[in-house]
């Protein structure tokens, strides 16, 4: 017998997706024009331009204006709090049960938006960290990622401020991730949480994690040699090793550390042995050097999941951090929407695991579909006034 053939379309996922915030969002209708239908559609036609909100509700000839649409937001949006708990309840609202069956790895990182203006309401709004984008002012959002083949979700968001202390910040995110019953298995961690509050609150926890450390200290010119963690960085052969790393206020904690060194063969022009340095503690123990390098370099996944983020940004100039942080989370949960496509119905079942094609529905087109359907439901203006006519 032939196997029954289905089709996924536009409308389907926007169902899904408009489902999904609608329950866990509770957008309302605000006036006639500004129901909450409209409200979506517009929101998902400017993530799907990577455009602003203005821009959208100009290019749709049956949107309401901007004016009515940014007031809509502001009077159905909870506070900021609550918006970030029902953007968590968004997130997880389609997390396969396989998730949690088992404990699963987790990578947790910081990821900052360039932001050039002053803060809304308080200071600590605005993140400051090394330069990036002519600016060293950042809106900063933090997020748990589950490192699982075709189940690559989103599980935990949370808005970071100014002087908030890193493990606040951890802790908060593994109670959102518990919520949905998505225990870590260890954490992988950038070298940006390399700190004593960090790997103290993380040993106490008996959570497992595993994170690169940076190179800093003395180097080889010094008169003394080396110091601090950049003698790691001269080893010549793979090795394992403790260090103490001590704060300012002159606290401690020790860590376990693998350097792996290796060839690196002329890659991206360089030469000779490279030493590649990690630290590692709250129960984990790994096989070997290369188990510790290969478990450390799934990590790079989240960085794709910041990519894709930025590929269904709404892009604004607002200073309110309500606004920003839903524009962060429904790009977010749109790229959550996409993942569960490809696990749920994209998927292809055979013995031992299913089989995945991402390159059936890339995630730009499902959000070109998503652009599509806005431009049916509500119209293109596509004039423009001018005061001449044009030449022929």
Known sequence: MR???YTVTGKDVQAHATHL????????????KCTASTLLSVLCYAAARITSLAAACKSLLGAPSYQATHDALLATLPPLLQLQLRLNRALQGDLPQALRRRRQPLAIDLHLIP?????????????RSQAKSGTSHFHAYATAYVIRKGCRFTVALTYVRQGEPLQAVIQRLL?????????PRYLLLDRGFWSVGVIRYLQQGHHPFLMAVPCRGRKAEHPKGPGGTRVFAYYKS??????????KEQRKATVAICVKCRNRRGERGKHGREALVYAFGGGLKPSSYQWVKETYRSRFAIETTYRQLGQARIRTSTRDPLLRLLYVGLALLLRNVWVWLHWEVLSHPRRGSRRLDLGQLPFRAMLLWLQHLAEELLGVCDQVHADRPVLT
């Not at 932001?115 to 993140?127: P, W």
């Not at 109670?175 to 225990?183: D, E, F, G, P, T």
């Not at 793979?238 to 704060?247: E, F, P, R």
């Open 238 to 247: 793979s090795a394992w090793a403790k260090y103490t790393v001590t704060d």
């Open 115 to 127: 932001y050039h203006g002053s803060h809304l309401h308080q200071e600590d709004e605005i993140y």
């Open 175 to 183: 109670r959102q991730a518990a919520k949905a019953s998505v225990r």
């Open 21 to 32: 915030c609608r329950k866990h969002l509770g957008l309302r209708d605000h006036g006639r």
């Open 3 to 5: 196997t029954p053939q």
